[in-house]
């Protein structure tokens, strides 16, 4: 039976940690043909640096080959609504856009952002599960309301600089941005963080940037499981005090859904949450990673961007062994 990669909520903690220990050995022996005649159709519905480079670089090093697909740009705009009178943009339904690529291609891989326009559509994920429910071959999330294939790379990198991650003290800060941006990144970290036996503090300014209850309630349940602590605060310095792990993103406010005018007024108050060297200095030596791309000086300052607990470069590089791992791992027989 066909196996996703929709969501790590739907993957035990062993399953993840084979996928993270398989990407290890393919770190140290890059280019092997495991996938060799596979292929993937990369659907791009947003912009993308690292996900369409270590995706499509990662396919060809273990054989394969990876095809990727702009929708509404250099292929038809597909509509996902069931039993719709299709007399808009929409040329195609993804009935047949799934079935047809599920003939061509082994795997396809999706990133389609949420339109923060409608909190339940939203967490509905109803682009990824539309593929999901009418393609015959494994789906992968390359980022939607969550990132999981992001949330592989942060603990493989967390694992290859601390060892065993139980117990540690993990701070997810919402920082500053002059847009209200995805909660995904931030989901994930919540689910992962908390699913790998961290102590887990999610920082934000007031109660309107909480993330969707979804995320927070699987987080706290996580966390009752492996007996840890799970807290929400809006004191940055006593979320910062004792951290082993700070890890920054911005996003959105819930209540504020489809008003960015109104929350960009309440935003621009919380210009302080960057993350600097004062912030970082009351933590206990804590690493510090972003998922990128990241406006330095807004979101965190050069000097902890350059500084050597800073990991977000590994956490990129990682990408690709993780998700060549999970490619290999969806396939195999
Ligand atoms: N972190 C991440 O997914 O980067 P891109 O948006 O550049 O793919």
Redesign the pocket.
């Known amino acids: 039976m066909k196996r996703n990669f929709i969501t790590t909520s739907e993957w035990s903690k062993n399953e993840l940690q084979s996928i993270l220990d398989f990407a290890s050995e393919l770190k140290a022996n890059r280019i092997q043909p495991l996938l060799k005649n596979k292929s993937i159709a990369l659907i791009f519905f947003n912009?993308?640096?690292?996900?369409?480079t270590s995706f499509q670089i990662g396919m060809n090093q273990l054989g394969g080959n990876a095809v990727i697909i702009s929708p509404g740009q250099d292929a038809w705009p597909i509509e996902f609504d069931v039993g719709k009178i299709m007399n808009e943009e929409a040329e195609e339904h993804i009935a047949e856009v799934a079935k047809v690529l599920s003939k061509y291609c082994d795997l396809i891989a999706v990133r389609a952002f949420p339109k923060f326009q409608n909190i339940k559509e939203d967490i509905e994920d109803k682009i990824i599960r539309g593929f999901e429910k009418f393609a015959s071959v494994p789906i992968i999330n390359m980022?939607t309301i969550t990132?999981p294939c992001?949330e592989l790379a942060h603990i493989l990198s967390l694992q290859e600089q601390l060892g065993d991650l139980k117990n540690k003290n993990y701070l997810l800060t919402w920082t500053y941005h002059p847009k209200a941006l995805n909660t995904a990144?931030a989901n994930s970290s919540l689910i992962i963080a908390s699913k790998f036996g961290m102590n887990v503090t999610l920082l934000c300014p007031t109660e309107d940037y909480l993330l969707h209850d979804k995320y927070i309630d699987e987080a706290k349940l996580n966390c009752q499981e492996n007996n840890t602590n799970f807290t929400i605060s809006h004191d940055i310095k006593k979320s910062y005090a004792n951290k082993d792990i700070v890890y920054a993103k911005s996003w959105g406010s819930i209540p504020f859904y489809g008003e960015p005018n109104k929350e960009k007024k309440i935003r621009d108050q919380y210009k302080n949450f960057i993350v600097d060297e004062r912030k970082m200095n009351f933590t206990n030596n804590a690493l510090f990673s972003h998922?990128?791309?990241l406006r330095r000086n807004i979101k965190a300052t050069d000097a902890v961007m350059d500084s050597d607990n800073c990991i977000a470069i590994q956490e990129?590089e990682n990408?690709m062994h993780v998700q060549k791992s999970l490619l290999f791992n969806l396939l195999k027989e």
């Open positions: 912009p993308s640096l690292r996900t369409k980022e990132h992001q990144v998922c990128l791309p990129a990408r």
